[in-house]
């Protein structure tokens, strides 16, 4: 079963988090060499439109020290519309056949509104006098 996090994200920010994989009796898992991750965040769990996180699996010397680091880009968060989306995280063993498919994480994203945005070319929009 995966492990549930909500996470809230200003729009138009980046986006990153490392995740650490257990396994259902709580040891960690180990990623060696033939895993790969990926991630989705949608509108509604049956939405045809979705942004896809950016998912690296960080294979490291021990399980101990095995991560999956998960982002989105200003750009991605920019071109979400503030409100809740629902995302999972999941893990992909090549070596295995079929592929054996996990998710790891799960669960629902808040999008706050940008107040800040640049308008056409970077520093048009409101002017501010600051004192001197």
Same mark, same amino acid.
């Given at each position: 079963?995966? &492990? ?9 920010? &980046?986006?990153?988090? *490392?995740? @650490? ?5 709580? @040891? ?23 942004? /896809?996180? *950016? ?6 010397? /021990? ?5 999956? *680091? ?19 995280? $999941? ?10 498919? @996990?998710?790891?994480? $799960?669960?629902?994203? $808040?999008? *706050?509104? /940008?107040? &800040? ?16």
């Amino acid at each position: 079963m995966a &492990t549930r996090a909500d996470f809230i994200i200003d729009q138009g920010s &980046t986006f990153s988090t *490392t995740i @650490t994989p257990a396994n259902s009796d709580g @040891t960690l898992l180990d990623l060696g060499g033939s895993y790969t991750a990926r991630g989705k965040i949608r509108k509604a769990y049956g939405s045809s439109s979705s942004t /896809s996180f *950016t998912a690296t699996v960080n294979d490291l010397d /021990s399980p101990s020290q095995d991560t999956v *680091t998960i982002s989105l880009s200003s750009t991605q968060t920019a071109a979400l519309q503030a409100g809740r989306y629902v995302y999972d995280v $999941e893990i992909v063993n090549a070596n295995s056949t079929p592929n054996d498919i @996990t998710r790891i994480l $799960e669960g629902q994203v $808040e999008i *706050t509104p /940008s107040v &800040t945005q640049l308008f056409g070319n970077a520093g048009e929009g409101i002017g501010v006098d600051s004192p001197s």
